[in-house]
C-alpha cells in the first residue's frame, strides 16, 4: 500500500519496489539520469549503476579529462563509492588516485610527468587490491621509474592482462643493466599477481615485466599464466618467472606462433623448449599451446621432418612435461595460413601425428585433450574428420573435445 506525507502528499514507495525499478533499468543511463531527479530515495539508488562502469577519456586541458574527473571525486567523495569498474583512455600524463574499485582498465594512458607527489613514491604499506587490471599503457618516453610507481599502488590484483606496458628502454641495453636499475629504484615487492595475461609487444618491455615481477611476492601467488611471445628472450623471461613460481603455476598457456613463423631456418631442437622451466611446476594441472599452420613449407623442397617443424616444436615444448603425474588437460589451439592447400591437407600433412599421439598418451592421468580451432566454424568442420582419424584412440577413450575459439578459451577458463 502507498503511503502519503508531507506538504504535498507525494507518494513514498516502498524501498525494494523502487530497487527493482531501477535494476531493471541498469544499463538504460539516460533513464536512469531521469529517474535520479524523482527523489534523494531514487538519487542514491540509480548512482549504483550510473557510476559502476565508468569511462574517463583524457584530455591534456585543464579542468578537463583526468584532472576534472578527479576534482569532481574529491567534491563528491561519495561517487566513488560507486565506481567498480573504471576506464581510462587518452595520451596524456596522469597522477593517480586510489578509487576503491574492482577493475581498472587503462588504454592510452602515459605514466610519465609524474608530479613529486607520486614520484619516487615510498613503500605504501596499504596497497589497493582488485579483482581485475587491463593495461595497453606507457610510452617510449616514460621513464621506468614512473611505471614502478604505478605499480607500487597495488598488492593483491586477482587478474592483471598486459597488452601493452611501455617505457623507455635506451638505458638498458643488456638484462645486467635493467637489473641494477630495477634494484636501484626499488622493485614494487607488495605486487601479488595470481593470474597473468602478457601479449606479445615487440618491445622488450614484456620480457622486463616478467622480471620485474619476479622481485614481487607474485612468486607466492601467481597460479595461472598466460603468454603471447614474439621473440625468444620473452620466452626465456617467461621461463624464468615459471621457475620461481615453481609449484604454485597450475596453468599455463604459451603461444610462441610468432616466434616460430619468424625463424629465418627450420629448428625443431626439443631440448631448446627447457628454457621455459615448465617441468619445475610441478603441480601444473593444464597446459595451452598455440600454434599457426601454413602451406609454404610444402611449396619448398624440403624433407618430411622440415615441413612439420612448426608443429613438432609444440611437441616438443609438451615433452618437456612427460614425467609430470599432474596434468591433466591439453590444449592445442591451430590457425592457418594457406594459399594452394586447405586447411585440412595442411593439418594432415603438417603434423606428426604418430609422435603427437605418443607424447599425449605419456600422460597416464590426462583426462581431456582439447583441440581448438581458431579460424571458426567452417575449417572446424572442414578438419574433423582428420582429427577424429589421426586421435581416434583418444576419441574413443573419451579424452578428445574439438572446439572453435571463443572468449572463454582465448587464453583458458582460468585465465
Not at 54 to 73: E, N, Q, W, Y
Not at 117 to 125: D, L, T, V, Y
Not at 151 to 179: I, K
Not at 327 to 338: A, G, N, Y
Given at each position: 500500500m502507498l503511503r502519503y506525507f508531507g506538504a504535498y502528499d507525494l507518494p513514498v514507495f516502498p524501498p525494494e519496489l523502487v530497487d527493482q525499478t531501477i535494476d531493471y533499468l541498469h544499463d538504460d543511463k539516460p533513464n536512469l539520469k531521469t529517474c535520479s531527479l524523482v527523489s534523494r530515495l531514487w538519487l542514491n539508488s540509480t548512482r549504483h549503476h550510473i557510476f559502476r562502469s565508468?569511462?574517463?577519456?583524457?584530455?591534456?586541458?585543464?579542468?578537463?579529462?583526468?584532472?576534472?574527473?578527479?576534482?569532481?571525486?574529491i567534491s563528491h567523495p561519495n561517487i566513488g563509492l560507486h565506481i567498480h569498474e573504471l576506464r581510462?583512455?587518452?595520451e596524456v600524463n596522469l597522477s593517480f588516485w586510489r578509487p576503491q574499485l574492482q577493475r581498472l582498465d587503462i588504454f592510452g594512458v602515459r605514466f610519465g610527468g609524474c608530479d613529486e607527489?607520486?614520484?619516487?613514491?615510498?613503500?605504501?604499506?596499504d596497497p589497493v587490491s582488485l579483482d581485475q587490471?587491463?593495461?595497453?599503457?606507457?610510452?617510449?618516453?616514460?621513464?621506468?621509474a614512473d611505471t614502478l610507481d604505478?605499480?607500487?599502488?597495488?598488492?593483491?590484483?586477482?587478474?592483471?592482462?598486459?597488452?601493452?606496458?611501455?617505457?623507455?628502454?635506451?638505458?638498458?641495453?643488456?638484462?645486467?643493466?635493467?637489473?641494477?636499475?630495477?634494484?636501484?629504484?626499488?622493485?614494487p615487492t607488495q605486487l601479488q599477481v595470481h593470474s597473468l595475461a602478457t601479449g606479445h609487444a615487440f618491445n622488450p618491455t614484456s620480457s622486463l615485466l616478467c622480471e620485474t615481477l619476479r622481485f614481487t611476492r607474485t612468486v607466492d601467488t601467481l597460479y595461472c599464466l598466460g603468454a603471447e611471445c614474439a621473440g625468444w628472450d620473452h620466452i626465456q623471461a617467461v621461463g624464468?618467472?615459471?621457475?620461481?613460481?615453481?609449484?604454485?603455476?597450475?596453468?599455463?598457456?604459451?603461444?610462441?606462433?610468432?616466434v616460430l613463423m619468424n625463424e629465418e631456418s627450420y629448428n625443431d631442437n626439443h631440448l631448446r623448449w627447457r628454457v621455459l622451466q615448465a617441468h619445475s611446476c610441478l603441480n601444473l594441472k593444464t597446459i595451452s599451446l598455440m600454434i599457426i599452420l601454413d602451406d609454404h613449407p610444402f611449396t619448398e623442397d624440403l624433407s618430411e621432418?622440415?615441413?612439420?617443424?612448426?608443429?613438432?616444436?609444440?611437441?616438443?615444448?609438451?615433452?618437456?612435461?612427460?614425467?609430470?603425474?599432474?596434468?591433466?588437460?591439453?590444449?592445442?589451439?591451430?590457425?592457418?595460413?594457406?594459399?594452394?592447400?586447405?586447411?585440412?591437407q595442411v593439418l594432415a600433412a603438417g603434423v606428426d601425428w604418430d609422435k603427437m599421439v605418443s607424447v599425449l598418451n605419456s600422460f597416464e592421468d590426462l583426462e581431456i585433450v582439447q583441440i581448438i580451432c581458431a579460424d571458426g566454424y567452417d575449417v572446424l568442420e572442414e578438419c574433423r574428420?582428420?582429427?577424429?582419424?589421426?586421435?581416434?584412440?583418444?576419441?574413443g577413450e573419451g579424452k578428445l573435445k574439438i572446439a572453435t575459439l571463443n572468449e572463454e578459451n582465448l587464453f583458458g577458463a582460468e585465465l
Open positions: 565508468t569511462v574517463i577519456v583524457g584530455d591534456s586541458r585543464p579542468g578537463h579529462g583526468f584532472a576534472k574527473f578527479r576534482a569532481f571525486l581510462l583512455q587518452g607527489e607520486c614520484h619516487g613514491r615510498a613503500f605504501n604499506p587490471i587491463t593495461l595497453v599503457a606507457g610510452s617510449v618516453e616514460d621513464d621506468f604505478f605499480l607500487r599502488l597495488f598488492g593483491h590484483v586477482q587478474h592483471l592482462y598486459v597488452f601493452e606496458l611501455t617505457w623507455c628502454t635506451s638505458d638498458m641495453p643488456n638484462l645486467g643493466a635493467f637489473g641494477r636499475r630495477l634494484h636501484e629504484l626499488g622493485p624464468d618467472l615459471v621457475r620461481d613460481v615453481g609449484p604454485n603455476l597450475l596453468h599455463l598457456h604459451m603461444d610462441p606462433a610468432l621432418e622440415e615441413k612439420r617443424c612448426t608443429s613438432t616444436n609444440i611437441i616438443s615444448l609438451i615433452s618437456t612435461l612427460e614425467k609430470s603425474a599432474s596434468l591433466r588437460h591439453i590444449t592445442i589451439k591451430f590457425s592457418f595460413d594457406t594459399e594452394e592447400e586447405t586447411p585440412a574428420p582428420v582429427l577424429l582419424e589421426k586421435l581416434c584412440i583418444l576419441h
